[in-house]
């Protein structure tokens, strides 16, 4: 019967995590800056009108020392069939921010053939301090720039 090569294990140390006596390391821990959050957002499917109008406005709102902007609109659609997703806010760069809004033909619903009106409500939450204590807003309506404005938490 052929023997087995001996298994030999080796113990031992690496000097890369060696930082020697009387050194100290200091870890730095920065928390990442409170950015401006979407945090409620409704939209509604069309409905018909006789002249649909693209409109926005928006108003600061504080709540519990928070800060809020609320933005509502209505966005012109082609039909009463179609509907607004949920409304998104993503960063575009340092200190820009686009709320984008876009409609949507509904598949369940017939088409009326009459000009339309749909609309949203989005919240968001302001920071009270830091590099977004104030950022650009862009409100942009399938794919178009509906409004600008400077946001700030004051």
Partial sequence: MPSKPPVVLLA???????LG???????????????????????????????????????KRTEDERRF??????????????SLSEPNLVETGWGNYTLRINSQRATDKPECGCAAL?????????????????????VVHDDEVVRRENVTSR
């Fill in 12 to 18: 031992g140390c690496s000097h890369s995590g060696f």
């Fill in 118 to 138: 749909a609309n949203y409500t989005a919240t968001i939450h302001i920071p009270n301090s830091g590099p977004h204590g104030s950022f650009a807003l862009r």
């Fill in 21 to 59: 006596r009387g050194t100290e390391t200091k870890v730095v821990t920065e928390k990442k800056p409170e950015e401006p959050k979407l945090v409620g957002a409704v939209s509604s499917g069309g409905g018909c009108v006789e002249s649909p109008e693209n409109r926005v406005e928006s108003t």
């Fill in 69 to 82: 902007l609320v933005v509502s609109g209505n966005v012109s659609v082609p039909d009463a069939s179609y």
